[in-house]
């Protein structure tokens, strides 16, 4: 089965601080990791996928397949950055789209 | 491009009565996924469909089900409702084929629905 943990329901930071949102996944096969966020009134997005290995707004985040996570980090943070970051997790068999298993969420706040 | 739209935006049900909820997807895209996202939680899958057929189901019971048309759109029925299927019901489109490995999926605002 497969599953994904976001140990922090809550993340509360000062602009210009780091900030680094935790997801550790558990999956037995080869598991494709993605960031969604979802700002104050708006849909769901994606922020980042870990084959891509792009830096969005600034975040990063490292697949490490030892520890099995997946966190999201940026090393300032700002006030636009508050919103809900979700980790999901699909398979990477390559050539399909299939199921995106969500953690729970961190609601993150970037207090001035 | 309006992206992901889906329809209604809030729903009142009581229990035992039975739901439609609508979704077309994003311009281009041909597979449509279903998620129910209760309070607190992060978006559950339901069921995902692709050339008119569903292709993966989630953990949810067969009261649930759904239906793609030849333009993509999907809709979503849910029978019998029970208070717990009270959530916000999301919509995401994709593009799938060999070359579009596992593109990233596209949602939808979402459907609230509240079982009274």
């Known amino acids: 089965a497969q599953r994904v943990t976001q140990p922090e329901k809550l993340l509360s930071v000062f602009k210009g601080a780091p900030v680094e949102l935790k997801c550790n996944y558990s999956?037995?096969?080869?598991?494709?990791l993605f960031w969604y966020v979802q700002y104050s009134r708006q849909r769901l997005q994606l922020l980042l996928r870990h084959i891509s290995r792009e830096s969005i707004k600034g975040f990063t985040a490292d697949l490490n397949k030892g520890e099995t996570s997946f966190h999201l980090k940026k090393p300032f943070a700002q006030e636009e950055d508050s919103a809900m970051y979700y980790c999901?997790?699909?398979?990477?068999?390559?050539?399909?789209?299939?199921?995106?298993?969500f953690g729970k969420g961190t609601l993150l706040t970037v207090n001035p | 491009d309006a992206g992901v739209t889906q329809s209604p935006t809030h729903l009142i049900k009581t229990r035992g009565q039975q739901v439609t909820l609508r979704c077309s997807p994003k311009?281009?895209?041909?597979?449509v996924s279903w998620y129910q996202q209760a309070l607190g939680q992060g978006p559950q899958f339901i069921f995902q469909y692709y050339e008119e057929e569903e292709r993966q189901r989630g953990n949810f019971p067969d009261r649930f089900s759904g239906h793609q048309f030849p333009n993509y759109s999907s809709e979503l029925n849910v029978n019998a409702l029970l208070l717990g299927d009270s959530a916000l019901y999301l919509c995401?489109?994709?593009?799938?084929?060999?070359?579009?490995?596992?593109?990233?999926?596209?949602f939808g605002d979402g459907t609230r629905l509240s079982i009274l």
């Open positions: 999956y037995s096969g080869s598991p494709e």
């Open positions: 999901a997790l699909t398979s990477n068999s390559g050539g399909s789209n299939y199921k995106l298993t």
């Open positions: 311009s281009g895209h041909d597979t």
């Open positions: 995401a489109s994709s593009l799938a084929g060999r070359k579009y490995s596992n593109q990233p999926q596209h």
